[in-house]
């Protein structure tokens, strides 16, 4: 799910307030990359984007918008030793997850596997080296959970089927295809 643009300048606000932090060693997702993921799919064949597209269409028939808000700062897996920096939603939070498991379950049919895990939804603003001492993981965490954050709604229209190009400065994300609620809804 993409982002407002008002979304994306809060997260790059929240980055500088880290970086100011004195923390370089964390590789921040550009704010224009930053997106909700309901289901990573890794490497496509070509020839099934069609297919998946098809799906995506069929798994939002009778969704209706709804609406997310930007809620508090957390860290994967704990703030002591985080490796991941987040920005958590809230709002219809219950609509969201019953979206993504429409979409976990039509794609069973071709070939990708349900996730492991629990789906949480976020938005990734950074990921903390690997070479960092847990003193630094903790400080760094401690500064984290002390920045403040402005609540911003998401209105969710639909999901957008998106190819990540990993390049050395990071991922960079291009839409493959829109699949707005209002027109499937039934």
Known sequence: ????QEVRVELGRIQEGLKRAGKNFVRWVSPESVHLTLKFLGWVPADLVTKIVGVLNESVVGSTPFRLETDGLGMFPTSRLPRVVWLGVKGDVQLLCAVQERVETMLLPLG???EGRIFSPHLTLGRLNREISPTERREFGEK??????SGHTITVNGLSLMRSTLLPTGAVYTRIAMIPFDACAT
């Open 1 to 4: 799910m993409e982002l407002p």
């Open 112 to 114: 990708f596997e349900k």
């Open 144 to 149: 984290v959970l002390g920045q403040q954050v």
